[in-house]
């Protein structure tokens, strides 16, 4: 039986966004759905509550179903997944995600008075405080850019390595099943052909499998 996956794109972008890794993973061997969801205006509940349904609707005889988040897409995939009961299973890997908040998001909502806030809509919470630690049965992987080209590097200011708008300690949550850094920035994860194999792998496996030393700093 051929695993689905569902891919959830980050704030301010769509679906179209995700062309290039939706055919990379049909490569690899799975049956990709793109979820296209207004991240601003849409409530956190209305977007949970139509992803919850997609998921059962791609295997609806059983099967797993897979989610594939890029920044707000990973924070919402594993908010939608805090409790998954009734819920297809799978595995969750998350690109370039905010996961234990993000100074970027916390700069860019003081910027204008109200002006900055709003435009990160109803997910601001999620975005700037992310969580504590992944309580959840599934697995997650996160994989983490390190080339510091974005607009974040310009609103925030990181501590380490970052990809232009997250940094990689800002993806690095307690409780998470694996981790690992790749070369480039945060859209950049989206059309990296290694991001594209990592996500396979761990989607089978449940772990990235071995990284180069010079690709990634435990």
């Not at 939706?22 to 049956?31: K, N, S, T, V």
Request: net charge neutral; proline share 3%; aromatic share 6%.
């Amino acid at each position: 039986m051929t695993d689905h996956v569902i891919l959830l794109h980050g704030l301010w972008m769509r679906g179209f966004a995700l062309l290039m890794l939706h055919r990379r993973l049909m490569e690899a061997g799975f049956r990709v759905h793109r979820f296209d969801y207004m991240s601003v205006a849409a409530t956190q509940e209305q977007t949970i509550g139509r992803l919850h349904a997609r998921m059962r609707e791609a295997a609806p005889e059983g099967g797993a179903v897979h989610l594939v988040g890029h920044s707000l897409g990973g924070l919402l995939a594993l908010r939608a997944c805090l409790d998954d009961r009734g819920l297809p299973e799978g595995r969750i890997v998350c690109l370039g995600s905010p996961l234990k908040g993000s100074a970027a998001a916390r700069a860019f909502a003081n910027l204008g008075g109200r002006g900055g806030g709003a435009l990160l809509g109803h997910n601001r919470a999620l975005l700037e405080d992310g969580f504590d630690q992944w309580t959840g049965a599934r697995e997650v992987g996160v994989i983490a850019g390190r080339s510091p080209f974005g607009l974040g590097h310009v609103l925030g200011q990181f501590d380490g390595e970052h990809d232009g708008s997250v940094a990689v300690e800002e993806t690095r949550l307690p409780g998470i099943a694996d981790h690992c850094v790749v070369e480039a920035n945060h859209t950049g994860l989206l059309f990296s052909v290694e991001t594209g194999r990592l996500i396979a792998g761990f989607l089978r496996q449940g772990h990235f499998g071995r990284v180069p030393a010079d690709r990634e700093q435990a």
